[in-house]
């Protein structure tokens, strides 16, 4: 993944995170990402939902 490290988002402001998705198979296919954060869990969770066709 790519993000600012060590920069702080402040409440009200957004921010940017790349990532690569390498999803294998065909069809709907989901992954999770973990992001550390200062929300009472410590943690959230990021759903990434993708439809992958067959190459004609």
């Given at each position: 993944?790519?993000?600012?490290?060590?920069?702080?988002?402040?409440?009200?402001?957004?921010?940017?995170?790349?990532?690569?998705?390498?999803?294998?198979?065909?069809?709907?296919?989901?992954?999770?990402?973990?992001?550390?954060?200062?929300?009472?869990?410590?943690?959230?969770?990021?759903?990434?939902?993708?439809?992958i066709?067959?190459?004609?």
């Amino acid at each position: 993944p790519d993000y600012p490290k060590n920069t702080p988002i402040a409440p009200g402001d957004s921010g940017q995170l790349t990532v690569n998705f390498n999803g294998t198979g065909m069809n709907k296919v989901t992954k999770t990402i973990r992001v550390e954060a200062n929300t009472a869990s410590g943690f959230e969770n990021i759903k990434i939902e993708a439809f992958i066709e067959a190459n004609n």
